[in-house]
């Protein structure tokens, strides 16, 4: 059974960093991809980031591109995503999703999903 448990998140000042990371257990093939996704209130919950299973492929979207990294460590089953020069628009509850390869960069794409971690950026 897969099993996702995100934490990190917290309060912040634009300018800050953070890095969010992924329990990921009980992944499969099927499960291999990661994403990050982040749902502001009130509004859809929008893709961030995705990785694939050896770490290799990575896509990121046009918002964050630059600023946030993927990266994961298939030994300790942990998937992380460090947030830099954090912007108030990138406040929001940030899941992690495990989905089948290639990789996704919609909701539809990932089976499987984390509870969610708060980012408040202030300015």
């Known amino acids: 059974q897969v099993q996702l448990v995100e934490s990190g998140g917290g309060a912040v000042q634009a300018g800050d960093s953070l890095r969010l990371s992924c329990a990921a257990s009980?992944?499969?093939?099927?499960?291999?991809?990661i994403g990050w996704f982040r749902q502001a209130p009130g509004k859809e919950r929008d893709f961030v980031a995705t990785i694939t299973w050896d770490g290799t492929s990575t896509h990121y979207a046009d918002s964050v591109q630059g600023r946030f990294t993927i990266s994961r460590d298939n030994a300790k089953n942990m998937v992380y995503l460090q947030m830099n020069s954090l912007k108030p628009e990138d406040t929001g509850v940030y899941y992690c999703a495990a989905g089948p390869p290639p990789y996704g960069i919609t909701k539809s794409e990932y089976n499987f999903w984390g509870q969610g971690t708060q980012v408040t950026v202030s300015s």
């Open positions: 009980g992944l499969t093939y099927s499960s291999s991809v």
